[in-house]
């Protein structure tokens, strides 16, 4: 056959006819719903409608108009954001994409049948769904407290009112006041997240009310950035910080939230603000679907399918993957694989092999910016790490500074890589 350039436009016309024919579904467009409308659900659909240029069918189930992110949340409450500046709406995933958001909380799923059931009584179909639904705590997991006490000691590890809440409590304690930390065992969403709270925390006490006092109870004997963490406590608020590891009883701990009491080891000191981040598990619609082992969804890192239903892709803090830490960052690149994958299988679009990358980025005080990331590759068994970096003790201001001002740029960047 020869080429002249109606011959030509022709067979392209038809090959990106056959390019997006839906695969999956006899009549119409194949149909992706998306559980979660978060770190990695937002990129995951967004990513999925842009590639697909409108050959596949987007809904994203989501119940909150405004997505607080948890990352820079820790910033809010250290006086350095405005509330207002972590909060994304949906707009432009509808208007700029064409998706359809609904707000509503789904309910149930049923595999079989593919369907998804909203609380509001509707029922969506499906043939490829997405869930990202974060993380739930584990039942039990402090002893004196659950979600009913959420008001009184604020868990703040789901941003917006938690956050103003826990704020608000900071700043009102008593001159010379105590305030406690219950950090989470492993593995939970953002590694450094409590030590750079508790950064974030010190910073507005030693402004406001520097005789006040910081007690952190952790069952575990190493946390993420540990050493560049306690350099900075060192150097910023020396003698404020008192933190208790498992050797000195910190995973021995009960809470009263009625009498704001806090027992660690059998002594119970009481409290003026107290933040309880318990154990976590998979956002609770994983369970509901059967497809979780122990806490967490597990899946094939090379597309992020669950390893339970290959109709089924989880992603970001839900699933067990592997290496990646579970960050804001980890379920936007694992979004990014996912809807590739997505793509592939329902309107045959090239699949590559999956690259991961995350940095986690902290603030110990003003201008005081620590980094630590990777990259990763999916093998058969997991997503495993391939190679890493952390800023180092002792760095210079200038360098600190600078890493700081390149978290305010990712920031920027993948809030608009997420929510368009
Ligand atoms: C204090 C703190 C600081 C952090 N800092 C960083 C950081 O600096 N960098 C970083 O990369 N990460 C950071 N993280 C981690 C990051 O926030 C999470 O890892 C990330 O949000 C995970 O994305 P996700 O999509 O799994 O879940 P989420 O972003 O939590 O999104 C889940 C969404 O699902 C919705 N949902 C849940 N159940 C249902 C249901 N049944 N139906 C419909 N919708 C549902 C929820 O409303 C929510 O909007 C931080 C976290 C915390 C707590």
Redesign the pocket.
């Known amino acids: 056959m020869t080429f002249n350039r109606r011959t030509f436009l022709g067979t392209g016309v038809a090959a990106a006819a056959t390019l997006s024919a839906p695969m999956v579904m006899g009549a119409g467009k194949p149909r992706v719903v998306v559980?979660?409308?978060?770190?990695?659900?937002a990129t995951a659909a967004r990513y999925i409608a842009k590639g697909s240029q409108g050959a596949i069918d987007v809904t994203l189930?989501?119940?909150?108009r405004s997505?607080y992110?948890?990352?820079?949340?820790?910033l809010y409450i250290g006086g350095f954001r405005e509330l207002s500046s972590i909060a994304h709406s949906y707009g432009k995933l509808a208007s700029d994409y064409g998706i359809n958001v609904v707000h509503d909380?789904?309910?149930g799923i049923d595999r079989d049948a593919r369907t998804v059931t909203l609380a509001g009584g509707g029922s969506l179909p499906y043939d490829r769904l997405i869930l990202?639904?974060?993380i739930d705590f584990v039942d039990g997991a402090v002893p004196g407290w659950d979600v009913s006490a959420q008001n009184k000691m604020p868990h703040a590890?789901?941003a917006g009112s938690q956050s103003e809440l826990l704020k608000a409590q900071i700043e009102s304690m008593p001159e010379g006041g105590t305030f406690a930390m219950i950090a989470p065992p492993n593995p939970f969403?953002?590694p450094p997240?409590p030590y750079?709270?508790i950064s974030m925390i010190a910073h507005v006490l030693k402004e406001k009310n520097p005789t006040a006092k910081i007690i952190v109870a952790d069952p575990k004997p190493k946390f993420s950035k540990m050493a560049l963490f306690q350099e900075g406590w060192g150097n910023h608020y020396d003698g404020m910080i008192d933190w208790i590891g498992p050797d000195f009883g910190g995973g021995n701990v009960e809470v009263n939230p009625d009498e704001m009491t806090v027992s660690i080891d059998g002594e119970v000191t009481k409290v003026d603000a107290c933040n309880v981040i318990p154990a976590m598990k998979a956002?609770?619609?994983c369970e509901l679907a059967g497809i979780t082992e122990g806490n967490w969804a597990p899946v094939n890192g090379h597309t992020m399918q669950s390893r339970m239903d290959e109709n089924i892709h989880v992603?970001?803090?839900?699933c067990a993957q592997g290496d990646m830490p579970?960050?804001?960052?980890?379920?936007n690149s694992q979004a990014k694989v996912a809807a590739m994958a997505v793509r592939g299988a329902l309107t045959d679009s090239k699949v590559f092999p999956a690259k991961f990358s995350n940095t986690?980025?902290s603030l110990i005080g003003t201008g005081d910016g620590v980094k630590v990331g990777a990259t990763y590759e999916a093998t058969d068994e997991k997503i495993a790490k391939v190679d890493g970096f952390i800023s180092a003790t002792g760095e210079d201001a200038e360098l600190r500074e600078a890493t700081y001002e390149e978290s305010l740029g990712w920031y920027a960047g993948i809030t608009s890589d997420m929510f368009g």
Do not use: H, M, Q
């Open positions: 559980i979660g409308g978060g770190a990695g659900g189930v989501e119940p909150t997505y992110t948890c990352f820079f949340s820790n909380w789904a309910v990202s639904p974060g590890y789901k969403r953002c997240g750079e709270r956002g609770r619609i992603l970001g803090d839900a579970k960050s804001g960052f980890s379920a986690c980025w």
